[in-house]
């Protein structure tokens, strides 16, 4: 579905990404992990066409997304979350939601004067629903910017659903979770998979790495240093090395 | 052509007054990332502010004058940043906008009150005196008034570059949070952004009212436009590009006025404007 | 009752105003564009219905259509431009329409006398309410007609979809691309909405004045245009409203005993009001 060929992001001398070759497969579930500075949140953007490509291709579903810019790349079911929450926090749960309704299968089921001038009536039963799914339903009239962290983690992902992504791009999602609430994130991720998104995982909490990815590829200063299972990437030494340094 | 590099030289001279307007507005842009409006309104009452010592000692000499304007310049940019961006929170962007045009219009009214709106002479110096090389004059005046826009952009860049109060505007303006976390003073580097480009300003308004021999409440508003269009031309936060676009300006002006008059003079220059926003709007010099 | 009734009037018009940059402010984009999109549509209802005999509805009409093309004209590079850089384009902008119908001459001979826009004298004798015998309580009704739909239509907008997106644009840009939000769609349609509703604002003005000229399309007007949102804050368009009360009714008029002392207590109170209030009188958050 997902195809990085020979990527590369520089930013004037530095290269942040450098000759990525990664698939990603319909169904799977792939994280992408690494040190800080590694280039993960880099590929994110590049994908998500936030930055465009210095050299290499990004290839979604066999077609280049070479010069598509990110809110056409959502049309085509490419959705992505942010490492620190960018919600709309001037408008409630249920607005941030609404706003993300923009996937293609909605613009051509409604007509435009629906889709645009509407109002709340028409779509209450989708957003109920993505609500029911991140446990928000009781909040959706609360500011965005007043809910708890971990709420507005769940609304996060919510509203990257809201697009009815086919690939969805986590970055960090877990990070200041604890126990409990990776567990319920990854019990989410792995309802997500069952109702046929795939995922790319970008993240540093290896509890949530480990339990629910299929394949896992390791970046090292913007290169993928390995790939494998999870059982196999922990074992790696060159990945222990990375990670942790020297011998 | 002789008329044509007459107009150039006499606009560049002006035009220093320009680029020190300009400095002001794109060094406070540069600095809090926010805009004055007041600025050009300002440095006209400071202007004023100088013909206050006239009404104590009637006989002082123009450099008095001018050093009142300068003082003056500094206290009234001090006032400016307390009354709109001391007190209001971050997270509002548009109310110290709103608040810097409360006081562009209270400036303008104090003006036209204690004036009852009629123009002030302001006092000059080296009017009488022209240099000549040939069939080309160059008036003292605006010599002088060229001469001190360069001396306070030395001492400007002298102050931004060998200070330690220079250092810590320049840390403020790249990363104010973190220069909070390592002990500065963020409100006081602010509080010192005004008070440098209020005395810039205090000295421009002086100049400016010295080389047209009157002063106006009318000047405010065609001065902001012109500041904040030189400002946009030589690039947001930018000081070399500030003083590069208001000789530009300056100069470009005069040459319009001269060859198509007074009324098609300020069209052009919109037309220049637009020309930059259009195939350079991130102007002249990056910040 | 006449005083009352072009009361009225005044704020009927000046709401129209502040809508239209109301609506721009919501996607975050700062105008001061919305006095020139005001004049386009004054200089074009006169001279629809002074020189071509139309009647009024339809010039309106055709006002707002030219405020809404300009706008859209003005809405595409607008999108090149960030930030406070926007308000310096969009003052330049109004400043070069200003200009333009300082330099605009279009008259025709209608019996022994000439009419029509001539210059930097203006365009006189917009007599239609005059000449077809409106009173002024019926004019006044006839502003009202078009701010009730405007505010009804705004309103409605923001209860909608496209009110949502709006608000989520003017937060966070990149967030919005992000969820599938077409950026340069949202911001170009704001802007040319705001264009259409100033456009019927200025021909209304055009109308009621009788006589309008390059100078009462000012930086000034353009500032109040902002200032009504901004003060009344953005959370709806009853904001708007209020704050044009509050200027037209309570300060300009409600204060005249003051005299001359009411211009300067204008000023000292928008920067009173930003300090104490900076999210505006209604505040900016939806619930």
């Not at chain 2, 507005?25 to 309104?41: E, I, Q, R, S």
């Not at chain 2, 009142?68 to 006032?79: E, S």
């Not at chain 3, 200089?43 to 809404?68: C, K, Q, R």
């Given at each position: 579905m997902l195809e990085l060929k020979g990527l590369s992001r520089h930013?004037?001398?530095?290269?942040?990404?450098?000759?990525?070759?990664?698939?990603?497969?319909?169904?799977?579930?792939?994280?992408?992990?690494?040190?800080?500075?590694?280039?993960?949140?880099?590929?994110?953007?590049?994908?998500?066409?936030?930055?465009?490509?210095?050299?290499?291709?990004?290839?979604?579903?066999?077609?280049?997304?070479?010069?598509l810019p990110t809110h056409?790349?959502?049309?085509?079911?490419i959705a992505r979350t942010f490492q620190n929450i960018r919600l709309f926090g001037q408008l409630s749960v249920w607005q941030n939601l609404w706003v993300a309704q923009n996937a293609p299968e909605d613009h051509a089921r409604r007509g435009f004067i629906a889709r645009w001038l509407g109002g709340q009536s028409g779509v209450r039963a989708e957003i109920a629903q993505l609500l029911e799914f991140s446990g928000l339903a009781h909040k959706q009239d609360e500011?965005?910017?007043?809910?708890?962290?971990?709420?507005?983690?769940?609304?996060?992902?919510?509203?990257?659903l809201a697009a009815k992504p086919k690939l969805l791009l986590l970055d960090e999602p877990a990070a200041g979770m604890n126990s409990e609430e990776i567990g319920q994130l990854r019990d989410r991720i792995l309802k997500l998979r069952a109702q046929g998104i795939t995922i790319l995982l970008i993240e540093h909490v290896m509890e949530l790495v480990m339990g629910v990815t299929d394949r896992i590829a390791v970046l090292n200063f913007g290169q993928k240093i390995a790939e494998g299972r999870p059982a196999e990437i922990q074992a790696d030494p060159l990945v222990r090395k990375a990670y942790l340094g020297g011998a | 052509m002789l008329d044509f590099l007459q107009a150039v030289s006499d606009g560049l001279l002006f035009g220093a007054t320009y680029a020190l307007i300009g400095i002001g507005f794109t060094l406070v842009f540069g600095v809090m990332h926010k805009l004055n409006l007041a600025y050009a309104a300002a440095s006209v009452g400071a202007a004023y502010a100088g013909l206050l010592i006239l009404q104590v000692a009637a006989g002082a000499p123009p450099w008095v004058v001018f050093l009142c304007a300068f003082l003056g310049g500094g206290v009234i940019g001090w006032l400016v940043y307390v009354t709109c961006f001391h007190f209001i929170p971050l997270s509002n962007p548009l109310a110290p906008l709103m608040a810097t045009v409360g006081m562009l219009l209270l400036i303008d009214e104090i003006?036209?009150?204690?004036?009852?709106?009629?123009?002030?002479?302001?006092?000059?110096?080296?009017?009488?005196?022209?240099?000549?090389?040939?069939?080309?004059?160059?008036?003292?005046?605006?010599?002088?008034?060229?001469?001190?826009?360069?001396?306070?952009?030395?001492?400007?860049?002298?102050?931004?570059?060998?200070?330690?109060?220079?250092?810590?505007?320049?840390?403020?303006?790249?990363?104010?949070?973190?220069a909070q976390l390592c002990g500065i003073r963020v409100g006081q580097v602010n509080a010192m952004t005004f008070v440098v480009t209020g005395l810039l300003g205090g000295i421009a308004g002086a100049l400016i009212g010295a080389s047209v021999g009157a002063l106006s409440p009318l000047l405010t508003a065609p001065l902001t436009v012109k500041g904040l269009i030189v400002t946009v031309i030589g690039g947001l936060g930018s000081i070399p590009g500030a003083i590069v676009a208001g000789l530009l300006v300056g100069a470009l002006e005069n040459v319009f006025q001269q060859f198509r008059g007074v009324t098609e003079r300020d069209l052009y220059v919109m037309l220049l404007l637009f020309a930059f926003l259009i195939f350079r709007p991130s102007g002249l010099f990056k910040q | 009752m006449d005083f009352y009734y072009g009361l009225a009037q005044t704020v009927g018009i000046h709401t129209l105003l502040g809508l239209s940059a109301y609506i721009v402010l919501l996607t975050g984009q700062v105008t001061l564009a919305q006095a020139a999109f005001f004049a386009i549509g004054a200089y074009a209802a006169g001279m629809l219905t002074v020189l071509a005999g139309w009647h009024i509805v339809p010039a309106l009409g055709a006002s707002a259509m030219f405020g809404a093309a300009t706008a859209c004209a003005v809405?595409?590079?607008?999108?090149?431009?960030?930030?406070?850089?926007?308000?310096?384009?969009t003052l330049a902008f109004g400043e070069g329409v200003?200009?333009?119908?300082?330099?605009?001459?279009?008259?025709?001979?209608?019996?022994e006398i000439k009419v029509g826009p001539l210059g930097?004298?203006?365009?006189?004798?917009?007599?239609?309410?005059?000449?077809?015998?409106?009173?002024?309580?019926?004019?006044?009704?006839?502003?009202?007609?078009f701010v009730v739909l405007a505010m009804a239509a705004l309103w409605w907008l923001d209860r909608s979809r496209y009110g949502a997106v709006l608000r989520a644009v003017g937060e966070d840009e990149l967030a919005a691309q992000s969820v599938g939000v077409n950026l340069t769609a949202v911001k170009v349609s704001a802007m040319t909405v705001g264009g259409a509703v100033a456009g019927i604002g200025g021909g209304l003005y055009a109308h009621y004045t009788t006589h309008i000229e390059h100078a009462n399309f000012n930086v000034l007007l353009a500032t109040f245009a902002i200032a009504y949102p901004i003060v009344g804050g953005l959370k709806n368009v009853f904001g708007t409203l209020a704050a044009v009360i509050f200027v037209q009714a309570f300060l300009i008029e409600g204060l005249r005993f003051l005299g001359d002392w009411r211009n300067l207590l204008f000023g000292a109170l928008i920067v009173a009001a930003m300090n104490l209030r900076p999210q505006g009188f209604l505040g900016g958050r939806r619930a």
């Amino acid at each position: 579905m997902l195809e990085l060929k020979g990527l590369s992001r520089h930013f004037g001398g530095v290269k942040a990404v450098d000759g990525l070759d990664l698939t990603v497969r319909q169904g799977e579930i792939v994280g992408l992990i690494g040190p800080n500075g590694s280039g993960k949140s880099t590929t994110v953007n590049v994908i998500a066409g936030l930055f465009p490509v210095t050299s290499g291709e990004v290839r979604f579903n066999n077609e280049s997304l070479e010069g598509l810019p990110t809110h056409k790349r959502l049309q085509r079911g490419i959705a992505r979350t942010f490492q620190n929450i960018r919600l709309f926090g001037q408008l409630s749960v249920w607005q941030n939601l609404w706003v993300a309704q923009n996937a293609p299968e909605d613009h051509a089921r409604r007509g435009f004067i629906a889709r645009w001038l509407g109002g709340q009536s028409g779509v209450r039963a989708e957003i109920a629903q993505l609500l029911e799914f991140s446990g928000l339903a009781h909040k959706q009239d609360e500011l965005a910017a007043n809910l708890a962290f971990g709420e507005q983690r769940r609304l996060e992902l919510a509203r990257a659903l809201a697009a009815k992504p086919k690939l969805l791009l986590l970055d960090e999602p877990a990070a200041g979770m604890n126990s409990e609430e990776i567990g319920q994130l990854r019990d989410r991720i792995l309802k997500l998979r069952a109702q046929g998104i795939t995922i790319l995982l970008i993240e540093h909490v290896m509890e949530l790495v480990m339990g629910v990815t299929d394949r896992i590829a390791v970046l090292n200063f913007g290169q993928k240093i390995a790939e494998g299972r999870p059982a196999e990437i922990q074992a790696d030494p060159l990945v222990r090395k990375a990670y942790l340094g020297g011998a | 052509m002789l008329d044509f590099l007459q107009a150039v030289s006499d606009g560049l001279l002006f035009g220093a007054t320009y680029a020190l307007i300009g400095i002001g507005f794109t060094l406070v842009f540069g600095v809090m990332h926010k805009l004055n409006l007041a600025y050009a309104a300002a440095s006209v009452g400071a202007a004023y502010a100088g013909l206050l010592i006239l009404q104590v000692a009637a006989g002082a000499p123009p450099w008095v004058v001018f050093l009142c304007a300068f003082l003056g310049g500094g206290v009234i940019g001090w006032l400016v940043y307390v009354t709109c961006f001391h007190f209001i929170p971050l997270s509002n962007p548009l109310a110290p906008l709103m608040a810097t045009v409360g006081m562009l219009l209270l400036i303008d009214e104090i003006i036209v009150h204690l004036t009852a709106g009629m123009p002030q002479n302001y006092p000059a110096m080296f009017d009488d005196v022209m240099l000549r090389a040939g069939e080309f004059t160059l008036r003292g005046d605006l010599l002088l008034v060229a001469g001190v826009s360069v001396v306070c952009m030395i001492a400007l860049l002298a102050l931004l570059y060998r200070t330690r109060l220079g250092l810590a505007t320049r840390a403020v303006s790249q990363q104010a949070v973190a220069a909070q976390l390592c002990g500065i003073r963020v409100g006081q580097v602010n509080a010192m952004t005004f008070v440098v480009t209020g005395l810039l300003g205090g000295i421009a308004g002086a100049l400016i009212g010295a080389s047209v021999g009157a002063l106006s409440p009318l000047l405010t508003a065609p001065l902001t436009v012109k500041g904040l269009i030189v400002t946009v031309i030589g690039g947001l936060g930018s000081i070399p590009g500030a003083i590069v676009a208001g000789l530009l300006v300056g100069a470009l002006e005069n040459v319009f006025q001269q060859f198509r008059g007074v009324t098609e003079r300020d069209l052009y220059v919109m037309l220049l404007l637009f020309a930059f926003l259009i195939f350079r709007p991130s102007g002249l010099f990056k910040q | 009752m006449d005083f009352y009734y072009g009361l009225a009037q005044t704020v009927g018009i000046h709401t129209l105003l502040g809508l239209s940059a109301y609506i721009v402010l919501l996607t975050g984009q700062v105008t001061l564009a919305q006095a020139a999109f005001f004049a386009i549509g004054a200089y074009a209802a006169g001279m629809l219905t002074v020189l071509a005999g139309w009647h009024i509805v339809p010039a309106l009409g055709a006002s707002a259509m030219f405020g809404a093309a300009t706008a859209c004209a003005v809405g595409f590079p607008a999108l090149r431009v960030k930030g406070l850089m926007l308000v310096v384009a969009t003052l330049a902008f109004g400043e070069g329409v200003r200009l333009f119908f300082f330099n605009f001459d279009y008259q025709v001979a209608k019996g022994e006398i000439k009419v029509g826009p001539l210059g930097g004298e203006g365009f006189r004798q917009i007599r239609y309410f005059q000449e077809h015998g409106w009173s002024t309580g019926e004019v006044m009704l006839f502003v009202w007609v078009f701010v009730v739909l405007a505010m009804a239509a705004l309103w409605w907008l923001d209860r909608s979809r496209y009110g949502a997106v709006l608000r989520a644009v003017g937060e966070d840009e990149l967030a919005a691309q992000s969820v599938g939000v077409n950026l340069t769609a949202v911001k170009v349609s704001a802007m040319t909405v705001g264009g259409a509703v100033a456009g019927i604002g200025g021909g209304l003005y055009a109308h009621y004045t009788t006589h309008i000229e390059h100078a009462n399309f000012n930086v000034l007007l353009a500032t109040f245009a902002i200032a009504y949102p901004i003060v009344g804050g953005l959370k709806n368009v009853f904001g708007t409203l209020a704050a044009v009360i509050f200027v037209q009714a309570f300060l300009i008029e409600g204060l005249r005993f003051l005299g001359d002392w009411r211009n300067l207590l204008f000023g000292a109170l928008i920067v009173a009001a930003m300090n104490l209030r900076p999210q505006g009188f209604l505040g900016g958050r939806r619930a």
